[in-house]
């Protein structure tokens, strides 16, 4: 069965400073789908970056951008220029191609210190 | 364009009771899920719909049942709450054909709580 995990329970970082947060999966699939999410404190789940398993290229959305690496089936975060506003449990998930189904880590607690 | 939305946003019920926890979306989207999060964890999925007419369980379905009665909304019933039942509830629905088919949208929760 594909499991997510996310070994880092709490991450601090700097106002304006970078931080990176680390993902690894199992999966014995060859097409499938990486996300980040960002949940505040307002319990929404939002969508922040998204990487489709067959792209090499990695995904940069703003000041988010991810490292993939697939062979090591690692897929980490990168925050540049932390602002206030990243504060929030971050998740990683994995979804089959064909799937409906999100699997979950168990998420990564972010905070930025002014 | 309301999105994925959730009704109510808080609840406290007794151990026993029933009750059916609303989700509706406006994107015709033809996947929609229910998942639940529990301290410390990540979210799981409870049960999911390809489309009216069709649903299916996902990893934590005990106690729980749906129905798709519409492409719109996709409740999800507690038959007789347990307080290991104490959560909160995401719905989230998905495209299945064109566009960005493989990201899912949530709605703002519910959170449960069961004495």
């Known amino acids: 069965a594909q499991t997510v995990t996310q070994s880092q329970p709490e991450m601090s970082v700097q106002e304006a400073e970078t931080v990176t947060l680390s993902c690894t999966y199992d999966?014995?699939?060859?097409?499938?789908?990486l996300f980040w999410y960002k949940q505040p404190p307002s319990r929404q789940m939002i969508l922040v970056i998204r990487q489709e398993a067959y792209k090499q290229q990695n995904a940069t959305e703003n000041r988010f951008s991810v490292n993939f690496q697939k062979a090591a089936k690692s897929f980490s975060l990168k925050i540049s220029d932390s602002q206030l506003g990243d504060a929030a449990m971050y998740f990683c998930?994995?979804?089959?191609?064909?799937?409906?189904?999100?699997?979950f880590g168990s998420g990564t607690r972010l905070l930025v210190r002014p | 364009n309301a999105g994925v939305t959730q009704t109510p946003k808080f609840q406290v019920l007794k151990t026993g009771q029933s009750m059916t926890l609303q989700c509706a979306q406006d994107m015709n989207h033809e996947y929609m899920s229910w998942y639940r999060q529990d301290p410390g964890m990540g979210l799981r999925l409870i049960h999911y719909s390809v489309g009216a007419g069709i649903t299916d369980q996902g990893e934590v379905p005990n106690g729980y049942n749906v129905s798709r009665s519409t492409t719109e909304d996709f409740p999800l019933r507690l038959l007789s709450a347990a307080p290991s039942q104490t959560s909160v509830y995401f719905c989230?629905?998905?495209?299945?054909?064109?566009?960005?088919?493989?990201?899912?949208?949530f709605g703002p929760g519910t959170r449960l709580t069961v004495l």
């Open positions: 989230a629905s998905r495209r299945r054909k064109g566009g960005t088919t493989d990201t899912q949208y």
């Open positions: 999966t014995s699939e060859s097409d499938y789908y």
């Open positions: 998930a994995y979804a089959e191609d064909s799937s409906y189904k999100l699997i």
